[in-house]
């Protein structure tokens, strides 16, 4: 072995035991820094005989290379090894709480409204509104319920001592109706009275001096009206039963039409729909059977309806002679308790967190109809 | 309305089950809402005698019975009525029975030492009457062991429909009998026929013997009386009638255009034959006396409201008149009213007696002693009687009729079907029907095309089908041209036109038979169906939840006391708690009562908000509704945690940035809005502000509660509250979906540091605006990144440090550039007293 053999051999240890990045730098140094002992030796090549050069000068440069190419690796190996020990005593106990991000959420009337919203769209109704201090005309009077109407006992009014600029009595809405006169009114009006097809859905807040179990003096309503020329109570049936299978999402739900009376439709029909038990719970749809004892499956009722009075018609400025349609209303909140289990209806007015929590939506559960109104998206 | 499955048989000849009734009833508009059968509560009670009455050994006034109903049992029972003697036949209860009239169920017992098993029953406790005094004496022949039920023929199933104000003819049982007879449920038998059912009935039950004895008069019998023209529906009856009838008349045309009446003389009073008792019983009618339970009978019959006086207690004659003002009438229900000159009265001599068609008085009513009776059947106008009824605030069953209107053409048939059950009932003599006025009885038509049945009704019946269905309902059809002229019955004043004629033929027909029909598919598919202010609406209901706020539905309503703070233009006449009186101005008083109740409930933190309206009155008087987004946030904004120790609450900026978050959703640049005071009172006035997006468009107000208002509001701790006025933002003109095109710019943005010496009420707000006003060709941002008091920074005086952002278009800054746009920053805060740091 030669003297320079054993010169790299003596750094190659060296540089394999050194502990720290300094301690190697100083072996850099004394081996293959400007003047490390093999620097030196490549200084003296110069002097030598080219013979002599040619077998040593591959020597030295070698054991400059080899030398060089170890202290990188264990430099490397050394900066690893401090990382490693850095990121160790970096360890956090991930399984500590993170901060809080509150999500709020959405009342199930709010999320209800646009459900009717989106199927309705879909069937090409647009939304219209209407205040809900209204006057006692298209409350009621414009809805062929004058004053002395019987039906007008019945609707638990709250007045108002004023009167506005054409001496109406003012009052809390009663229903969602008058927004039928105020769109027809509308239309006759930009039409100069010619007239022109309407399809609106009106929903909203509605108020009746009625307060128990199953009332409260505050509620929500949605009203559908259609007019156009040859509108039938055909098209009110398959309307009302597209609207309740999409709002309930199934289809193996029936709908009863019963004759009865509201002074604003003629003919009129109130609307049950079939509904089954199951575990004690009424579930719109099915076979209108009860599966646990107890109650029974039947139908109850969801809506009122009728084609539209031609008085009403008239009455808005429009010819009876030429439109006619239908119209239909419907509680909002009812809808709700109906399709997601709720059982108190005050609960709805009352503002309590925890309920909001449990029955709520999430704010980015918007319904559409291609996830399914209620977002769990199509069945498998 | 209520009615048995017998009375209804009065006047429906059928083999319906009473299910198929039933069910056709709701079919045909004539809603179920219940159906019992007081028999069923009877069925364990059973027709018994007492074999042996022996005196109890340990009380007086006990006895100790033995009793056969027929079972084979020796039933022992201790019985304190005085009339339970050996050999009485009465109604006997085993133990177990539910007895209705005491409420309780009978048990096997010891009384003084006895055992008695069962009971023998009063009236009472069977709720036949109140009587009390002694248990069931029934007529010795009445067959032991038969089970009461059936002995008393209780077994009458009731039942109970709700009817439409429009179906006035269905006030009556034979109306109802009529619109089922019309559907194919058996045929509607004619009015003399069931009248005289009627008087058959009252001949069962009540002796002639008796009649006869009081009222020699008519000895000659009864059936000779009255002669039923049972063929025909028209003459029905041919009364004796002895002497002219009563003076009465109208002399208030509009309110009660007429006035038939009758007297009939030598009656005698008292309880009504068991049938009609048991009839009204059964619907929850109380039997007062023979002769008001007749005319009920005949208004629940009929529907045609009459009403008896006792002529011992008119002073002159009846006229119908209008009340004056101020006159008072003691009414039957044991109330006086005060009436008005709108309103139409019975009178006499002495003054008003009754509320015409609404309720009788009790002055002039007939009662046991009455002798001389006056039946009075008038034709009430329908408005004039909801009117007074609304204003009295007094309803009663003739009002409801009167209301919906009676058939005008049924006065003097009702009079006599009234006066023949009086002969009948209570004896006596009639007079001659004095007919003063007339009722409005003039024929009325509409024009009806047969094919309005399938283009409004959407189902197609034919021609035949149509004219036999309007026909069993009484219409008259004329088909001799393709528009038939349709006569519709005097009872049926609700039908004015062809949408009348389709209903009743489709209701009929049944609506089971409408197919449903699609809705033609619109043109305009892509339109929007919502308003450019409901989809905002929407998107901020979203950004408020989705910020962590939870979303309410609160009152519209709050208490005058809680619109104290608020204000309130619109206060109802007739709230149903003074709580909820006030239309709101506001949506924070409903959301800090939702507030309060949570914090009560335990919650620690209550982020809440509403979208609703706020209500006011517009100058013309209408309402002005202005559609709002409130927040209230109480609490702990975060909880303690491992990381500081500590909860943190809210403070005001947490409702600014609240707010902004949701501006900021509706589109508007809250950079550029300005900061304003004039919040409102309720609000702390030094932490709370407004943003504008001009000196006077006002988009929200926010800030922490006036300690005032929360005291008012309960709830401990610091609240921060936010509104936001939809109707004031701005909402997108162009319905462009194209955006302008977009250039990055191709140089660095630069950022410099600026440090100002302010006076510490100098708003912060001012100064950036100012700086971001300095050069604007220059400057995109500025942003506060400290703010300093304390060392060296003099006292009232605060630091103000400032990062801006400066953009280069063309190229970069030089030197000269920099010093230039820093002048002008300088220059621009110094203008506000702000001072930059050496």
Redesign the interface.
């Known amino acids: 072995m030669s003297d320079i053999e054993n010169i790299q051999n003596d750094y190659l240890a060296k540089v394999e035991a050194a502990a720290d990045i300094e301690s190697l730098d100083a072996i850099r140094v004394d081996a293959i820094g400007k003047k490390g002992e093999i620097s030196l030796l490549l200084k003296i090549l110069g002097k030598m005989t080219p013979e002599e050069r040619n077998v040593q000068g591959p020597i030295i440069n070698g054991a400059r290379t080899m030398i060089a190419d170890a202290i990188a690796a264990r430099k490397e190996a050394l900066e690893t090894a401090a990382l490693n020990e850095r990121l160790a005593s970096e360890w956090l106990d991930m399984s500590l709480p993170a901060p809080q991000s509150h999500s709020g959420s959405i009342h199930p009337v709010s999320q209800v409204m646009d459900e009717l919203t989106e199927i309705f769209a879909d069937l090409g109704f647009a939304v219209a509104q209407g205040p809900e201090v209204e006057d006692d005309w298209r409350n009621f009077t414009a809805l062929n319920i004058p004053e002395t109407h019987p039906a007008r006992a019945m609707h638990d009014t709250f007045y108002f001592p004023d009167k506005d600029a054409q001496e109406r009595e003012m009052l809390l809405r009663t229903h969602t109706s008058p927004v039928q006169i105020r769109t027809m009114m509308e239309v006759a009006k930009r039409t100069e009275g010619k007239g022109e097809p309407i399809r609106i859905i009106a929903p909203g807040r509605t108020y009746r001096s009625d307060s128990d179990a199953t009332h409260t003096p505050m509620f929500h309503q949605v009203e559908g009206l259609v007019i156009d020329k040859a509108i039938h109570m055909g098209h009110l049936k398959w309307t009302l039963e597209t609207f309740v299978r999409a709002f309930f999402e199934r289809d193996d739900i029936e709908l009863r039409l019963r004759p009865s009376y509201f002074p604003f439709t003629e003919p009129s029909a109130e609307v049950d729909v079939g509904f089954s038990v199951d575990k004690g719970k009424r579930i719109i749809g099915g076979d209108r059977q009860g599966k646990e004892g107890g109650e029974n499956g039947g139908w109850m009722e969801i809506l009122g309806s009728g084609m539209v009075n031609p008085k009403v018609i008239e009455n808005c400025g429009l010819d009876p002679n030429e439109w006619q349609g239908f119209a239909f209303g419907c509680g909002i909140d009812r809808l709700a308790m109906l399709k997601y289990g709720m059982d108190d209806l005050r609960a709805f007015f009352d503002g309590d967190l925890r309920w909001a929590r449990h029955y709520g939506f999430d704010a980015h559960d918007v319904p559409t109809l291609s996830g399914g109104l209620s977002g769990k998206g199509a069945a498998a | 309305m209520k009615f048995t499955l017998s009375w209804l048989k009065e006047h429906l000849e059928t083999d319906a089950s009473l299910s198929e009734i039933t069910e056709k009833l709701?079919?045909?508009?004539l809603?179920l809402e219940g159906i019992e059968n007081p028999a069923d509560a009877m069925r364990p009670f059973t027709v018994a005698k007492i074999i042996s009455a022996q005196q109890h050994p340990n009380a007086d006034k006990l006895r100790l019975l033995s009793v056969d109903d027929g079972s084979g049992n020796d039933w022992q029972v201790v019985c304190g009525a005085p009339n339970a003697a050996e050999g009485l036949v009465g109604v006997f209860a085993p133990p177990g029975t539910y007895v209705p009239g005491a409420d309780f169920t009978i048990k096997a017992t010891k009384i003084r030492d006895v055992e008695s098993v069962g009971m023998m029953c009063s009236e009472k406790e069977l709720e036949i009457s109140d009587e009390h005094d002694g248990i069931i004496a029934l007529p010795d022949d009445a067959p032991i062991g038969m089970s009461y039920a059936d002995y008393a023929q209780l077994d009458d199933p009731v039942i109970d429909v709700s009817v439409?104000?429009?179906?006035q003819d269905c006030m009556g049982v034979r109306g109802i009998a009529r619109d089922l007879a019309a559907s194919g449920i058996g045929t509607l038998k004619p009015l003399a026929l069931a009248t005289a059912n009627l008087l058959s009935n009252t001949v069962r039950v009540e002796p002639v013997e008796t009649r006869n004895a009081q009222d020699p008069s008519t000895s000659s019998g009864r059936t000779d009386v009255i002669v039923i023209n049972s063929d025909s529906d028209s003459e029905i009856f041919n009364i004796p009638r002895f002497g002219n009838g009563p003076d009465v008349r109208s002399e208030d045309s509009e309110g009660a255009p007429a006035f038939y009446a009758t007297t009939v003389k030598g009656v005698k009073n008292g309880p009504s034959p068991t049938w009609m008792q048991q009839r009204l019983r059964a619907i929850g009618q109380n039997p007062i006396s023979a002769l008001v339970d007749i005319t009920n009978y005949v208004m629940l019959d009929h529907g045609r409201p009459l009403h008896v006086y006792d002529m011992a207690k008119i002073s002159g004659n009846l006229v119908a008149r209008k009340a004056k003002t101020g006159e008072e009438v003691l009414a039957l229900n044991g109330k006086t009213y005060a009436l008005d000159d709108s309103m139409t009265v019975i009178a006499d001599d002495d003054g008003a007696h009754d509320i015409g068609g609404i309720m009788g008085g009790e002055k002039t009513g007939a009662g046991d002693d009455t002798v001389d009776v006056l039946i009075e059947c008038a034709y009430f106008t329908?408005?004039?009687i909801?009117?007074t009824g609304?204003k009295l605030m007094l309803t009663s069953d003739a009002r409801?009729r009167f209301?919906?209107g009676v058939d005008p053409a049924f006065l003097a048939d009702g009079l006599d079907i009234a006066t023949a059950l009086v002969l009948e009932i209570c004896g006596g003599q009639a007079s001659e029907m004095t007919k003063a006025g007339a009722a409005p009885t003039q024929e009325r038509s509409v024009t009806y095309r047969p094919d309005h049945c399938?283009?409004?009704?959407?189902?197609d019946v034919d021609s035949a089908e149509q004219v036999q269905i309007l026909e069993a309902l009484g219409f008259g059809v004329d088909q001799t041209s393709d528009i038939w002229t349709i006569t519709v019955p005097t009872w049926r004043r609700d039908i004015v036109?062809s949408?009348?004629i389709?209903?009743e033929i489709?209701?009929i027909k049944g609506?089971?038979t409408?197919?449903?029909?699609?809705?033609?598919?619109?043109v305009?598919?892509a339109?929007a169906?919502?308003?450019p202010v409901?989809v905002l609406e929407?998107k901020l209901?979203?950004?408020?939840?989705?910020?962590?706020?939870?979303?309410?539905?609160?009152?519209?309503?709050i208490s005058e006391k809680e619109a104290a703070h608020f204000g309130g233009d619109?206060?109802?006449?007739?709230?149903?708690s003074e709580d909820?009186k006030v239309?709101r101005t506001s949506l924070l008083p409903?959301?800090l009562?939702?507030?309060k109740?949570?914090i009560g409930?335990g919650?620690s933190s209550?982020?809440?908000?509403e979208?609703?309206?706020r209500?006011f009155?517009a100058k013309?008087?209408?309402?002005d509704?202005k559609l709002t987004l409130g927040i209230v946030l109480s609490g702990d904004k975060?909880?303690r945690?491992?990381?500081s120790g500590k909860s943190s609450n809210f403070n005001p900026y947490d409702a600014k940035s609240a707010v902004q978050t949701i501006l900021s959703a509706a589109g508007v640049d809250v950079s550029r809005l300005m900061v304003m005071g004039d919040a409102g009172a309720h609000y702390h006035p030094g932490q709370s502000a407004t943003l504008r997006l001009g000196p006077k468009n006002i988009l929200a107000a926010f800030g922490a509660l006036h300690p005032t208002a929360q005291k008012a509001f309960g709830i401990k701790g610091d609240v921060m509250a936010a509104e936001i006025y939809l109707d004031s933002i701005p909402l997108p003109k162009s319905r462009a979906t194209m955006r302008s095109s977009y250039a990055p710019p191709s140089l660095q943005s630069v950022k410099r540091d600026f440090a100002f010496l302010l006076d510490e009420m100098t708003e912060a707000g001012k100064i950036i605006n100012a700086i971001r006003g300095a050069d604007k060709a220059n400057i995109t941002d500025a942003r506060i990144f400290d703010r300093f008091a304390g060392e060296g920074v003099p006292d009232g005086n605060i630091s103000l440090a400032v990062e801006v952002k400066l953009q280069p278009r063309d190229a970069s800054f030089t030197d000269e550039d920099l010093v230039a746009i820093s002048d002008k920053i300088i220059v621009s805060a110094a203008k506000l007293g702000a001072e930059l740091r050496g």
């Open positions: 709701t079919a045909i508009g809603e439409t104000p429009n179906k329908p408005e004039s909801a009117k609304q409801q209301e919906r399938s283009t409004l009704g959407g189902v036109g949408a009348d389709v209903e489709i209701r609506l089971d409408i197919a449903p029909v699609a809705l033609p598919k619109s305009t598919v339109a169906t919502a308003t409901q929407r209901r979203r950004t408020a939840a989705a910020s962590g706020l939870n979303e309410t539905i609160n009152w519209s309503f619109w206060v109802l006449a007739n709230p149903i909820l239309m409903g959301l009562s939702a507030t109740r949570n409930r919650a209550v982020r809440l908000f979208i609703g309206r209500y009155k013309d008087g209408s309402s509704e975060t909880a945690d491992w990381q």
